[in-house]
Antibody
């Protein structure tokens, strides 16, 4: 059974840093693309970024709103996905979800979501 | 960036109703569209990918159609467990973007 468990959310001051983790199980982590998506309180979904699989050198892409501040990485040995969030702003306050993407018909589509972890940026 | 506009943003319906939600893209995205269902306080769940392919385990009352710039999600007979918010997402190009959501309420 595929499971994604996000953790690391906390209250942090503006300008601070935080690292979120997503523990993956039930599949071979290095075979899949992984995404981070966030949702501000009462708002819609916002894509944060994506990391490709090991075969594609764990290449990353980011939303403009986080590019240069967030870094997505993966650790095959721990079956874990991470996002290092630096220079946090109040507008980064959100529930952060990790999601797995699997290849169907030549494209990697999201097929499983983790449960989310809350990040609050406030003084 | 590709904008996705969902309509309506709010929908009031009854059990047994046929419900259609539209997602319009600001430029052509071929079939690179997915639909998700999100219940309050929960993570989204995948319903449809590649515009019309039903995710494994999703009831057949859900269906998706469209290509290019206009897409629809249809629930053929609304069930009590379908009251939720629905989002579309495009996978055509970065940054990946979501529609604003459609809340389906009783």
């Amino acid at each position: 059974e595929v499971q994604l468990v996000a953790s690391g959310g906390d209250l942090v001051q503006p300008g601070g840093s935080l690292r979120l983790s997503c523990a993956a199980s039930g599949f071979t982590f290095s075979d899949h693309y992984m995404h981070w998506v966030r949702q501000a309180p009462g708002k819609g979904l916002e894509w944060v970024g994506r990391i490709k699989n090991k075969a594609e050198s764990y290449t990353t892409e980011y939303a403009a709103s986080v590019k240069g501040r967030f870094i997505i990485s993966g650790d095959e040995s721990k079956n874990s996905l991470y996002v290092q969030m630096n220079s946090l702003k109040t507008e980064d306050t959100a529930v952060y979800y990790c999601a797995r993407a699997a290849r169907y018909g030549g494209t990697y589509w999201v097929d499983y979501w983790g449960q989310g972890t809350l990040v609050t940026v406030s003084s | 960036d590709i904008q996705l506009t969902q309509s309506p943003s709010f929908l009031s319906a009854s059990v047994g109703d046929r419900v259609t939600i539209t997602c319009r893209a600001s430029q052509g995205i071929s079939y690179y569209l997915a639909w998700y269902q999100q219940k309050s306080g929960k993570a989204p769940k995948v319903l449809i990918y590649a515009a019309s392919t039903l995710q494994s385990g999703v009831p057949s009352r859900f269906s998706g159609s469209g290509s290019g710039t206009e897409f629809t999600l249809t629930i053929s007979s609304l069930q009590p467990e379908d009251f939720a918010t629905y989002f579309c997402q495009q996978f055509n190009s970065f940054p990946l973007t979501f529609g604003g959501g459609t809340k389906v309420e009783i």
